[in-house]
């Protein structure tokens, strides 16, 4: 059981530069999650706002089934990236 924060800070280094499937280009952790919201339906932040770029930030204080399915649009979206 975790004693404190309820985040992880996945690396998104390999997704900058590219485009996702609607055109939009990723040169920065805040363009990844605001693709990532708005073509994925999944809310996280950018880890520049914890000095922690290039990464995002997600949060796991909710249940099992939600992160296993914010999981793999994450995962659908990052593999759809050219």
């Known amino acids: 059981t975790p004693e404190g924060a309820f985040y992880v800070y996945p690396s998104i ?45 997600i949060s796991y204080a909710t249940s099992t089934e939600n992160l296993k399915e914010a999981c793999a649009r994450i995962q659908k979206f990052c593999e759809e990236l050219r």
């Open 13 to 57: 280094v390999e997704c900058i530069g590219k485009v996702t499937p609607k055109g939009r280009r990723i040169d920065s952790d805040t363009d990844f999650v605001t693709a990532l919201l708005e073509e994925a339906s999944v809310a996280a932040v950018q880890g520049e706002a914890f000095g922690l770029s290039p990464h995002f930030r």
